[in-house]
């Protein structure tokens, strides 16, 4: 099944206590895109100015993903991410922040991306993500992203926007602010009881916890020796669980936990290097490697 | 198998955001003892003084802990710790520590105990360590644990230790400073190249990792929602692990790994309540029922 996602596209500067790369791919969407891209067709829907440089929507179409949605605005900037993270690469520090064209991002998808059947709203607006959703009214699995910004400024729309979406993946930290509790088990379960039929909240280097009325569960990530760079962590993972359940067609609470360990896996092998670099080199049987370690792993 | 520990008998005072305990029962050989019973029977070697209340020492033997190496001196008082736990639940800070008859504590095995071949060597100074090693030369398998303060102001008694046991437990951010390696894949890998064959790093609510020269694998913690006090999670978790090392009387990859799981689930009753009354109101049969919810957890 043909997947979609809707969000930001970005030229990201990232420090880590090693190294440092200026202006190199980013963006939920994009990070997205590229992890669900191993498992089924993509169709993205971003928008980026006319400093955007062809090359990278190139290598987007290489993995076959369609980037009919991919907006270009003339006259514009793309937004830009600068950050820079702790030496325990875990904690990040934002230092500047341009949203330029995704500040007045309102997208409008093409006709045929209309019936995909699964969705997935990428970091956004909630008020954004909730336009997406009311143009594909018969997607069968929607599922959103959020961040503490919105939690914070768009606590409504984000509420209206929990009652419409079959899933939410969020990361320990908004967790904890959406539902005032520093408990992730019991966190998790209350973002449930606000509407979603699933929850997962990610946990970086920690892994991710997944939550559904019959089900409380825990994901260890992969433990990798080399990581670069965390920037896209989570939406690389994400990319990978939903690139998994459109492939398989289905999200039952079998699907859903391989789709976990699928998304554990591709961030693993993300955060690897700086930006796309590492994805940029692995096939899909490089994850199904690595699958064979994390299942003997888990098994005892 | 018996199983030999050697380490602190405390009067903890614990402080968390909701509620507060005074000098209830505590100490690193006190929550592995107890730990361990389920599985096998124990040995204890301590020290306390004569403000020690004696049902403790009943409590313990109740368990079938033989306590014949539990020393009580006159005139001289027990080890109080007192800790204030942040909002988290994972960090806390320590408000007192009054060593008293510890900061002395000079193990001396009773004869029969020093045929021990299963020995847990609970936080205490590397260099007391050592003398206790001397008194076991037979021992099958040895493992230690150890604390930020040895690593700093004992450092070569440290590594002269790890030279010598088989196995060490120690927490994230003691692996990080033992190394000064912020990835803990790496850090564990550093600290098995320091001389033990295995090492256990404790991520607290994040689970545990294990290191053998062939194995690197993580245990998720079990997800509860009912973190009341975490003190003594780790010495728990390292009494569930050794108590079933002993209780199989090998320490083959299958039996650790299973070992680790057992640590783990003790570990998540132990947090559900102050000192040990969690534990007192658990059989062996609850710690099988939650191995059971545990391994479907794990199994995908």
Redesign the interface.
Known sequence: MPLLVVGSVALDSVKTPTDSRDDVLGGSAVYFSYAASYFTSVRLVGVVGDDWPPEHTQLLQDRKIDTQGLEVVEGAKTFRWTGRYE???NDRETLEVHLNVFGEFNPQLPEEYRHCQFLFLANGSPKVQMQVLDQCPGARLTVADTMDLWIREEHDALMALLQRVDGLVLNDSEAKLLTGD?????AG?KVREMGPKFVVIK?G???A?FFSEHE??????Y???D?IDPTGAGDSFAGGMMGHLAEQGNFEP?TL??AL?YGTLVASFNVEDFSLERMKRIERADLEERMETY?R????
């Open positions: 030496p325990n690469m520093e408990n992730l088990v019991r379960r946990k280097e920690h892994g916890i409380t569960y825990v994901m260890p990530a433990p990798t020796p990581v079998k936990k391989e360990a299942r792993m888990l098994n005892f």
